[in-house]
T-cell receptor, first 113, second 114 residues
Framework: AQSVTQPDIHITVSEGASLELRCNYS??????LFWYVQSPGQGLQLLLK??????LVQGIKGFEAEFKRSQSSFNLRKPSVHWSDAAEYFC???????????FGTGTRLTIIP | DADVTQTPRNRITKTGKRIMLECSQT?????MYWYRQDPGLGLQLIYY???????NKGEISDGYSVSRQAQAKFSLSLESAIPNQTALYFC?????????????FGPGTRLTVL
């Protein structure tokens, strides 16, 4: 069965600093990988996704993520965070032929001035 | 206007009451989903629907039922609410379904069962 681990429950970063949110997955074949963001009081919005090809994926709002098969990871990065990036971030994994996405437990990001 | 809307946004009810949460979408998508979100647990799939004639159970369907009244509408019912159904509920849609397709989420309904 597929699973997703987001080891960091809460991360605090200074505005303008770089960010990396960790995501590890468990699945035998090549997975479909997603990062969603949930702003306070809002639903989830897709930041980026990976299916195949280039392992470095660019998303919206200046985010990127890198698929590393050898480490079963799909970490989300941003070179310089803005106060508006404060939100909860969810990594999710799916696979071909399965309607179900498996979500991680989320990482809450706090930005300090 | 939002593409995926949910009503109500907040609801407080008592144990044993019947509750219906509604979801409407203007995206023209065939596939719709209901999730619940609990703190520290991420999102769990309750039900999903490929079209008005095709409804499927997710991983936590016990205690819930759904109705797909039209392509644009997908309702979630709690026949007899219990306190451990207190959660944030999300509706989502996708164009073609399958795990590779982007899901678009509504703003959520916060349900409290006393």
């Amino acid at each position: 069965a597929q699973s997703v681990t987001q080891p960091d429950i809460h991360i605090t970063v200074s505005e303008g600093a770089s960010l990396e949110l960790r995501c590890n997955y468990s699945y035998g074949a090549t997975p479909y990988l997603f990062w969603y963001v949930q702003s306070p009081g809002q639903g989830l919005q897709l930041l980026l996704k990976y299916f195949s090809g280039d392992t470095l994926v660019q998303g919206i709002k200046g985010f990127e993520a890198e698929f590393k098969r050898s480490q079963s990871s799909f970490n989300l990065r941003k070179p310089s965070v803005h106060w508006s990036d404060a939100a909860e971030y969810f990594c999710a994994v799916g696979n071909f032929g399965n309607e179900k996405l498996t979500f991680g437990t989320g990482t809450r990001l706090t930005i300090i001035p | 206007d939002a593409d995926v809307t949910q009503t109500p946004r907040n609801r407080i009810t008592k144990t044993g009451k019947r509750i219906m949460l509604e979801c409407s979408q203007t995206k023209g998508h065939d596939r719709m989903y209901w999730y619940r979100q609990d703190p520290g647990l991420g999102l769990q799939l309750i039900y999903y629907s490929f079209d008005v004639k095709d409804i499927n159970k997710g991983e936590i369907s016990d205690g819930y039922s759904v109705s797909r009244q039209a392509q644009a509408k997908f309702s979630l019912s709690l026949e007899s609410a219990i306190p451990n159904q207190t959660a944030l509920y999300f509706c989502a849609t996708s164009r073609s379904g399958g795990a590779q397709d982007t899901q678009y989420f509504g703003p959520g309904t916060r349900l409290t069962v006393l």
